[in-house]
Structure formats: C-alpha cells, structure tokens
C-alpha cells in the first residue's frame, strides 16, 4: 500500500466508511478535516496524561509496550494509532518505543513534556496518618488483591476509535486528578482519579461498556467497583454506599451498576473515579 498523504488517506477511509454502509465517516476524520479535534481520550503527553501516538497503515495491529503492559492500539490497516498512559511517576523526557509492525520492529518517539499538578500542604491529627498494625496488614492484603486487578488486560479491544466517556455521575468535581497532596510534611502519592462531589445514594452509571471484575470493600477506598473496558483500558469507582452488581456482570453505556457513598477513608460523600490504560493511572477528563 503506498498511500502518499494524510489528505488522501483520510478520503481513501472516507470512502471505505461509505461502502461499508456507514452514515457517515468517523468523527476523527471529520474533524481532522476542519481542524478540531472532539476524539477522545485527547493526546496529553504529560505524566499522567495519554499520548495518541499515530502508527501509520500496517496489515495487522501493531503491538508494543509502555510501563511494562502492552498498550492499546485502535484503528484499521489504513491507520493505526497507539493509546500509551504515561504514568504520574514519569519523568518527562524522550523516549523511544519499539513498536512491531506487520513483523518489523520500528522505533517511535515519544516526548513527555513536564507538568506542574497543583500542591496541597495539610496538617492533621498523626493518627489519621499513620496505621495500626492490624489496619497496615489489612492494607497490604488488599494492595496484593488490587495488583491481581489491575493486571487484567481482556480481549477483545474496544472497536469504537473514539472512546469518549460520558460522566459517571453529575456533580462538583471536587478534586482533580494529579494534586500533590502533602500531611503534615510527609508527601502522600499524589491524587490518582477525579472526585465528584455528589449525596450519598445517587446513582453511578458506566461511561462506556465494560464488564465488572471487581466488587469489594476496602480500607481506604470503601465500597469499590472496577470495571474492564477491553484492551488494557479500566476503570474505578470507590467510597460506594451501594454495589449493584457482581463480577462478570456486562455493562452497556448509562446502566447504573453502583451508588455514591461515604465508605472508606474520606471526610465527606463524593465518587472517587479512576481510570487506568496499560497500568498507569491516567486523568479522566481526558476522556471526557
Ligand atoms: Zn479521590
């Protein structure tokens, strides 16, 4: 295949889209087209963030690895392109990806630039820093448990190209993903998901399909549900008053599976919301 320039490759799918019987071509190439990008997640290459690292054409998916997990990869033979999430602890930088390309191993360049997340300084009672013992052996049990969780990269990917994510629950976010959150002088790991502000009970609705594959109540997390949306990409709703729903349950966009709460470690009801792609913690709102 010898396709020269964006332009006609963007035409040549177009045209692929049509007779394929689609209404009409993607939303990416619409927009590429008159120079807005509405493609979600959007390309953030910040620690934290996701790059949309584009792979050119290839006649099968390309694979590669970032944070020691493959990486999801979406698209079609005409162009493919990576989603890498690029974990808060990276240090930004180049680095240089070994992709496989229809059996050829190619280099790619990634570039993280730097990104200052905002700094909350807090001084409070040491008894709400520090654990007792029996506490810090649930902990770790529970950490053990989360990393078997974590780890679950199910087939098959998601087919859409455009993984936009419709909010879990309306409300004031509340706090952001990424802040530097600092106890009494001792820097905690910073803020990993997005909070939404929001009464106990209300309903919490799946932002895009996925299937359950974890249902537990944790010491700091609470009532905690993850669900997987295929091809590495997971999601996370903790401090639930209410879990309506088992593992293996399969979730379509807006079927409300769980409810706010106050459980865990908090000061106030609100939904923790966390999404993971290869492993790294990334920020939700850029899917939104
Ligand atoms: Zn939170």
Known sequence: MNISTALERRRLLQWMSLTAGMASAPAWAV?????VSSIRPQDSRVPGGIARLSLGPAATRPQLSYNDAPAL???????????????????PGEYTLPVEMDGQLR????????????????????????????????????????????????????????????????GRRSSSFGLRRIFNGQPRNPH??????????????????????????????????????????LSMYCHLSQMGCKV???????????K?????????????WGVMLNRAMVDPALFL
């Open 192 to 233: 990993s998901g997005m909070d939404i502000a929001a009464a106990t009970g209300t309903p919490i609705r799946a932002p895009l399909p996925g299937k359950v594959i974890d249902v537990g109540d944790y010491f700091f997390n609470g009532g905690t549900v993850w669900l997987d949306h295929g091809g590495g990409l």
């Open 107 to 170: 280099n790619k360049q990634l570039t993280v630039q730097n990104k200052k997340y905002v700094e909350q300084r807090l001084t409070v009672s040491p008894k709400t820093v520090d654990l007792s013992p029996e506490d810090n052996a649930r902990y770790e049990r529970e950490a053990a448990h989360l990393k078997t969780v974590m780890a679950s990269l199910s087939q098959p990917f998601p087919i859409a190209t455009n993984l936009q994510m419709q909010v879990p629950v309306p």
């Open 73 to 91: 990869v979406l698209g079609d033979m005409i162009e493919w392109t990576a989603l890498i999430g690029i974990p808060l602890s990276t240090t």
């Open 31 to 35: 927009n590429a087209a008159q120079g």
């Open 260 to 272: 706010v709460g106050a459980t865990g470690r908090v000061t106030g009801p609100h939904l923790h």
């Open 248 to 258: 293996g349950d399969m979730l379509k966009t807006g079927d409300v599976f769980c």
